[in-house]
């Protein structure tokens, strides 16, 4: 905006003489770009720092996205071998399986004809 000032201020002051002596070379050389940027440097600053701020912010942002979904893969991982572990275990702990384990091996076990019941302990 200043730039733009500054060019309309020298067409008011004297618009005949300022038609010929204006010269787009001076644009072009970077005075008035020259004269914006020290004018407003801390404004610039403070700008470049909060764009420096959101980026930042954003690489931190995709960094924690990525590990979120790196740990909710491995918790699906987990819970599946959880699930066949567990399933694994339920079958092994059949009672049928267990009578045929039992026969295979060869083991003289037999299942209890008498009910099983609890002890219980006298209080003193």
């Not at 060019?7 to 008035?32: M, T």
């Not at 403070?46 to 909710?72: C, D, P, T, W």
């Amino acid at each position: 905006m200043a730039i733009f000032k500054n060019i309309i201020s020298k067409f008011k002051e004297n618009p005949e003489a300022d038609l010929q002596s204006f010269d787009f070379r001076e644009v072009f050389k970077g005075h008035y770009l020259q004269e914006f940027i020290v004018k407003n440097i801390k404004l610039i600053i403070l700008i470049l720092f909060f764009i420096m701020l959101l980026v930042g912010n954003r690489f931190a942002y995709e960094h924690q996205m990525s590990e979120i979904a790196r740990l909710k893969r491995e918790l699906e991982d987990s819970k599946f071998t959880s699930l066949e572990v567990s399933e694994g275990l339920m079958r092994q702990s059949r009672p049928s399986q267990v009578k045929q384990m039992i026969l295979n091996r060869n083991i003289e076990l037999e299942d209890s004809r008498v009910p099983a019941y609890r002890i219980k302990r006298k209080s003193r």
